[in-house]
């Protein structure tokens, strides 16, 4: 059974940081793709941070220089490093895992969800 298990959410003021962990179980995280997708009250789900199988990383405009996806092999897990965070940061961030980047990354293809984090940031 695949479980993808997030935690390090909460509530920050404006330049503070989070650190958000995604364990994985029955599935391997360094064999695939995995995304930090979150979603705002109202707005779409977009994703925030991807790395792949091969290493290679891609964050969104708005979280550049202030967000890091990185991964421990040994763990299974992947994190979220969340500096600077701002208001608008302000969602409940999901983990994600498909087999393969290549295929495009959105919520329709993802293959497997965790359950959520909520991150609430106050000016």
């Known amino acids: 059974q695949v479980q993808l298990v997030e935690s390090g959410g909460g509530s920050v003021q404006a330049g503070e940081s989070l650190r958000l962990s995604c364990v994985v179980s029955g599935y391997s995280a360094r064999d695939s793709c995995i995304t930090w997708f979150r979603q705002g009250r109202g707005e779409a789900r977009e994703a925030v941070a991807t790395r792949d199988s091969y290493g290679s990383i891609t964050h969104d405009d708005s979280v550049k220089g202030r967000f890091t996806i990185y991964k421990d092999n040994a763990k299974n897990t992947v994190y979220l490093q969340m500096d600077r965070l701002q208001p608008d940061d302000t969602a409940m961030y999901y983990c994600?895992?498909?087999?393969?980047?290549?295929?495009?990354?959105?919520?329709?293809?993802?293959?497997?969800w965790g359950q959520g984090t909520q991150v609430t940031v106050s000016s």
């Open positions: 994600a895992a498909q087999s393969w980047c290549g295929q495009g990354v959105s919520p329709a293809s993802v293959t497997f």
